[in-house]
T-cell receptor, first 117, second 114 residues
Framework: ETGVTQTPRHLVMGMTNKKSLKCEQH?????MYWYKQSAKKPLELMFV???????ENNSVPSRFSPECPNSSHLFLHLHTLQPEDSALYLC????????????????FGPGTRLTVL | AQSVAQPEDQVNVAEGNPLTVKCTYS??????LFWYVQYPNRGLQFLLK??????LVKGSYGFEAEFNKSQTSFHLKKPSALVSDSALYFC????????????FGTGTKLQVIP
């Protein structure tokens, strides 16, 4: 897990707060991902960045706003969240999702446990 | 479109017994297949992957997985389960032929009983 780090590990926020989640990868990868993991639901892919460009946005509400200033850092800005947004938010990185013929193994961070009151 | 199925929500096995966690997949071309493990309140940890070649893939912590093309399966196995193996296991697939993001299964909870 030291290859991909996430901060904070735990976050409690009210519905009117604004907060940000941070992810950093030390693997020299070109792609980064945000996933949402809720209890008893499949892993949900939220956003994909490749070479700092957003390449996927899977119908995520606008109260979630990603930012990728460089290939090593990824942020998820949160504002006016709802209680149903409480979940474990996972960041991952991989070498290059656009290269056919490579496995593009994803490596995950430890996650941020978010609770929205 | 590609997909992956983990038919069991939970698998219970006694400590010391062999364990199997099932996974089947569907891709249009050749698959790349992965297994990840997740301990409580932690991220997913990569266990092993199948690319090509030998159908039996060995990974971390004594786990292995068997690729079966005719049955489109990639079951995770371990000869002797440990209580510390209790966790959530995810199978994932990616089509080797071009760009497709990795698709994850819904996860199987493994409970090893002392």
């Amino acid at each position: 897990e030291t290859g991909v780090t996430q901060t904070p590990r735990h976050l409690v926020m009210g519905m009117t707060n604004k907060k940000s989640l941070k992810c950093e990868q030390h693997l020299g990868h070109n792609a980064m991902y945000w996933y949402k993991q809720s209890a008893k639901k499949p892993l949900e892919l939220m956003f994909v960045y490749s070479l700092e460009e957003r390449v996927e946005n899977n119908s995520v509400p606008s109260r979630f706003s990603p930012e990728c200033p460089n290939s090593s850092h990824l942020f998820l800005h949160l504002h006016t969240l709802q209680p149903e947004d409480s979940a474990l938010y996972l960041c991952a990185s991989s070498q290059d999702p656009y290269s056919g013929g490579t496995t593009d193994t994803q490596y995950f961070g430890p996650g941020t446990r978010l609770t929205v009151l | 479109a590609q997909s992956v199925a983990q038919p069991e929500d939970q698998v219970n096995v006694a400590e010391g017994n062999p364990l199997t966690v099932k996974c089947t997949y569907s891709v249009s071309g050749n698959p790349y297949l992965f297994w990840y493990v997740q301990y409580p309140n932690r991220g997913l940890q990569f266990l092993l992957k199948y690319i090509t070649g030998d159908n039996l893939v060995k990974g971390s912590y004594g786990f292995e997985a068997e690729f079966n093309k005719s049955q489109t399966s990639f079951h995770l196995k371990k000869p002797s389960a440990l209580v510390s193996d209790s966790a959530l296991y995810f199978c994932a697939v990616r089509d080797a032929g071009g760009y497709q993001k990795v698709t994850f299964g819904t996860g199987t909870k493994l409970q090893v009983i002392p």
